[in-house]
């Protein structure tokens, strides 16, 4: 378990008046209500301003805003959770911290000094602990995110952005199992482009399918490669993996798969359980082959917020497949339980992922 010594001043006005007494820590769902507080930190006049954290409200901007216009915005998502010694951890929070910077270069928006991330993450959940839920399954949605803030009409990168952090007591991001359609003609990210950027524009370009799919009766969609349409990329709020015959098989990451924390994570904790790994492309058509060979095993998405999602159904070309009973799912049931169990601590954190509040 991982902490830092403060190192940065942060101002912070505490709010007047808290909205937590009005919260029903039963009926939470996801990213409906925010906490009393948020980081905002400023860049202007080529350098990152000290950071300060203020009641969560509306932020002033211009008509003229960049990113209105033209979509220079990128962001990440993480959790916070209280653990059995009733200590509050939060995920890998310095996985998050480097896949920004990795946004921020593609997006060509200023590296974010690290301190301001991690210190102002670990002092705005400080602040706001209350808000952090105990109850089974819940717990404290962190998202950070950059936006160009410059009132300019010209396409070019921005010169003033803001990065501001706000949290949200959540529950469960799926209450039932998913089912999904495997998209064959809309394209979410191509080679080239920004899929592996955690951009805000690659989502916007995700809804209109994605709300034909829901139309249809599918949670989700599962985006395939641009240019074919022949293999499986991620689906739209996770990456996504199989077991064929024992072996966990998900997509390798690249430039239009986003490069998942709970992704990665997984992987290595099925090399820990000694289960067969395989990073690879893996084809619409190997999955229906595997499917009426009865060798398809599982198909789950993995993500922050949607944790280890059990996919129950697949739509592809006019057809919905049954997928196998999620009783019989040894492989993602012991990856989960692997995964609560460290961030719980039930388990030891022994490839030290947790950063301790």
Known sequence: MISTAPSLEIEITPTASSRLPHV???????GKIFSDHMLVAEYKQGAWQKPQ???????????AMATLHYAQAIFEGLKCFYNKEGELVVFRPEENYNRLIRSSERMCIPTLPKEIFMQGMHELIKLDRDWVPQEAGGSLYIRPFIFASEAFL??????????IIITSPVGAYYSEPVKVKIEDYYTR???????????SGNYAASLYPAQMARKD??????????????????????NIM????DTLITPPVGDSILDGITRKSLLVLAQDLGIKVEER???????????????LQEVFGVGTAAVISQIVLMHYNGKDY?????ETRKISAALLAQLQGIRTGELPDTHHWLYKI
Do not use: C
Request: hydrophobic share 40%; charged share 15%.
């Open 154 to 163: 010209g396409v070019r990168p921005a010169e003033e952005y803001k990065f």
């Open 53 to 63: 954290i203020l009641p969560y409200g509306n932020i002033p901007m211009s008509p």
């Open 242 to 245: 199989f077991v064929i015959n």
């Open 24 to 30: 029903n820590f039963q009926e939470l769902g996801f």
């Open 281 to 295: 492309p893996i084809s619409v058509a190997e999955i229906m082959t595997a499917l009426e060979n009865n060798q």
């Open 322 to 326: 049954h997928l196998p009973a999620l």
């Open 189 to 199: 990210a191509a080679s080239g482009g920004v899929g592996n950027a955690k951009t």
């Open 217 to 238: 009766g599918y949670h989700q969609l599962v985006w395939t490669d641009a240019k074919k349409h022949e293999f499986i990329e991620e689906s739209g709020t996770m």
